[in-house]
Nanobody, 121 residues
Framework: QVELMESGGGSVQAGGSLKLSCSIS????????MGWYRQTPGNERELVSY???????KYGDSVKGRFTISQDNNKNMLYMTMNSLKTEDTAVYYC???????????????RGQGTQVTVSS
């Protein structure tokens, strides 16, 4: 069973930076892609950043140029560096991976418990 653990969230003033980390454990056969989503109360889950199997990143329009997604496959870690944070970036951030857990199975989605990011003015 794939398990994800986010860390690095916290409180920061507008204009500051944070780096989120996601530890991926449990093992999997193949990665279809992985990324970060965020959600605020009463709102839909929003894509923040995603990295595809070939390493191509994708970013939500609101974070382009400010956030950077990266991964360390050797350490089974996913990261997201967030710069120039804005108050509207306040949310719970979730690490999500789309992986084939075992040979012969289809890609499945796994999500972590989330980490709170609060940006104050």
């Amino acid at each position: 069973q794939v398990e994800l653990m986010e860390s690095g969230g916290g409180s920061v003033q507008a204009g500051g930076s944070l780096k989120l980390s996601c530890s991926i454990s449990g093992g999997y056969f193949f990665s279809c892609g992985m990324g970060w989503y965020r959600q605020t109360p009463g709102n839909e889950r929003e894509l923040v950043s995603y990295i595809f199997t070939d390493g191509t990143p994708k970013y939500g329009d609101s974070v382009k140029g400010r956030f950077t997604i990266s991964q360390d496959n050797n350490k089974n870690m996913l990261y997201m560096t967030m710069n120039s944070l804005k108050t509207e970036d306040t949310a719970v951030y979730y690490c999500e991976v789309d992986v084939v857990p075992e040979y012969g199975k289809a890609c499945e989605n796994f999500r972590g418990q989330g980490t709170q990011v609060t940006v104050s003015s």
